[in-house]
């Protein structure tokens, strides 16, 4: 089992930043891909950045290429989505997930709480 706890959503101005962190838990946490989503108001939660058990290897969604970047540091079992030139349209419900990295970016196993963010333009 994996517990995600997500913190630092917020409110922001159009292009500033944000950094969103996830703490997560159990034995077995360091070993899994982590992923962030997003879900904003009446739309389906999306794929936004995958990063692979070491961190060696990440995955975005275009729409935020070069704006955001996903870390992870493993002896804190913690990943960063780090996040500037926000945009209104990055409003939304973000959640951290986890599970093996062939299916982090479609079917993840756990799941965050979610924590919000909101841009205004």
């Known amino acids: 089992q994996v517990q995600l706890v997500e913190s630092g959503g917020g409110l922001v101005q159009a292009g500033g930043s944000l950094r969103l962190s996830c703490a997560a838990s159990g034995r077995t946490a360091s070993r899994y891909a982590m992923g962030w989503f997003r879900q904003a108001p009446g739309k389906e939660r999306e794929f936004v950045a995958a990063?692979?058990?070491?961190?060696?290897?990440?995955s975005y969604e275009d729409s935020v290429k070069g704006r955001f970047t996903i870390s992870r540091d493993n002896h804190k079992k913690t990943v960063y989505l780090q996040m500037v030139s926000l945009k209104p349209e990055d409003t939304g419900v973000y959640y951290c997930?986890?599970?093996?990295?062939?299916?982090?970016?479609?079917?993840?196993?756990?799941w965050g709480q979610g924590t919000q963010v909101t841009v205004s333009s």
């Open positions: 997930a986890a599970a093996v990295w062939s299916v982090i970016t479609t079917s993840p196993d756990y």
């Open positions: 990063v692979n058990w070491s961190g060696g290897t990440t």
